[in-house]
Each structure stands twice: as C-alpha cells, then as structure tokens.
T-cell receptor, first 118, second 109 residues
Framework: NAGVTQTPKFQVLKTGQSMTLQCAQD?????MYWYRQDPGMGLRLIYY???????DKGEVPNGYNVSRLNKREFSLRLESAAPSQTSVYFC?????????????????FGPGTRLLVL | QQPVQSPQAVILREGEDAVINCSSS?????VHWYRQKHGEAPVFLMI?????EQKGHEKISASFNEKKQQSSLYLTASQLSYSGTYFC??????????FGTGTKLQVIP
C-alpha cells in the first residue's frame, strides 16, 4: 500500500516548456487534489476532483489543466510554464468514511514535486 | 479568503502546552488541521465538523466554534517531535479546503 505517489520528484523547465505531473493513489479514494506551496507559504488549491470523471477549479487554476484518468490517477499539466509557477506541487487524496460514531475524514498527501521554471 | 492563524510562531520547552488559533471570515462546514515538517509533505492531524470535537493525534486536540468561525488546536505536554509548521484548512463548501497562513512551532529541550 504505497499511499499517494507523485512523479517526478524534481523538475527544471525553461519558460514556455510544457510538462505533466503525475499522481496516483492506491487507497480507493474518490476525491483527489492538486495544491501548490510557495516558499514560506501555505498551500493553495489548484484543481480538485470529487470523483472519477469530474474536475473543478480551485483558488489558482490559471495556467494549469488537469485530467482524472481513472479513480487512481489525477494528473496536472502545465502547457506553457512560467517562472511564477516555480513551486512545490502536492497531490492529495481524501477519504470520507461513515462509521458507527459518525463520519471519519482523512486526507493524505503525496511527497511533492519540486518545480523550477527558468 | 485565507483563514488567519495566530500566533505566527511560537517556541516551547518540552512539556509545555500551546494553543494555535484559526479564524475565518466565512461560515464553515469543517476545519482541518495539518502539521508539516521542513521539506516534507503536510500530514493530516484531524478534522472538526460542525457540532463536533475530535481528538485525533498524540496529545493534540482541537475545538471548533461554528458561530465565531474559529478553531483552536491544543498541544499538551509538547514533545520535540511536535516541531513543525501547523496549518488549519477551512472548508466553507464541499471538500474545497483553503489553508491558513501557518504557525511555526519549535519545541526545544
């Protein structure tokens, strides 16, 4: 059970280049998210997917596209990278469980992708 | 709009207690709490839903005041392993988490 995995771990791009960040989870979670974290800052939601086949914009979607390929995988694409997109990108998945005592919710993060755009 | 956390930073000696506050300008469905160590991914600590309080992790608990749109994280008898940056995440709508400004906690021997 690997949890949430992300590839690549590090990437350097030149302005205008494109790339896709990959994320996969093996926990059968319905919801998946992409966040970015700039140095010394909190996380900002780029896009999320509440279930397979659906995606929605978060706080900072401009310059990004996403694809929820299946329940396991949620990819983030930068079509034309800009220096302002230099950041650490985290993928996360969310579990909501109905239990006898109520609802239990947890969110798991991948290890992150460090992206530098020159 | 980003929730505001206070304090921004705190230094504790092992065994001391701390409270971290999170305040939102929007009505909330739930509040999440996370801890992030330097260079690592955030780790989910707990979630508080409207009308509930959840103890989730070690000697860490939290409360959620829906009317005031505030949540507080309580760390008791702090350990060195508690060091890191704590983020609250507020959820005004279904599953869209907005993260707070962060509180840097350092526990020293």
């Amino acid at each position: 059970n690997a949890g949430v995995t992300q590839t690549p771990k590090f990437q350097v791009l030149k302005t205008g280049q494109s790339m896709t960040l990959q994320c996969a989870q093996d926990m059968n979670h319905n919801s998946m998210y992409w966040y970015r974290q700039d140095p010394g800052m909190g996380l900002r939601l780029i896009y999320y997917s509440a279930s397979e086949g659906t995606t929605d914009k978060g706080e900072v979607p401009n310059g990004y596209n996403v694809s929820r390929l299946n329940k396991r995988e949620f990819s983030l694409r930068l079509e034309s990278a800009a220096p302002s997109q230099t950041s650490v990108y985290f993928c996360a998945s969310h579990l909501s469980q109905g239990l006898a005592g109520g609802v239990k919710e947890t969110q798991y993060f991948g290890p992150g992708t460090r992206l530098l755009v020159l | 709009q980003q929730p505001v956390q206070s304090p921004q930073a705190v230094i504790l000696r092992e065994g001391e207690d701390a409270v971290i506050n999170c305040s939102s300008s929007k009505a909330l469905y739930s509040v999440h709490w996370y801890r992030q160590k330097h260079g690592e991914a955030p780790v989910f600590l707990m979630i508080l839903l409207k009308g509930g309080e959840q103890k989730g992790h070690e000697k860490i608990s939290a409360s959620f005041n829906e009317k005031k749109q505030q949540s507080s994280l309580y760390l008791t008898a702090s350990q060195l392993s508690y060091s890191g940056t704590y983020f609250c995440g507020t959820v005004p709508g279904y599953q869209k988490v907005t993260f707070g400004t962060g509180t840097k906690l350092q526990v020293i021997p």
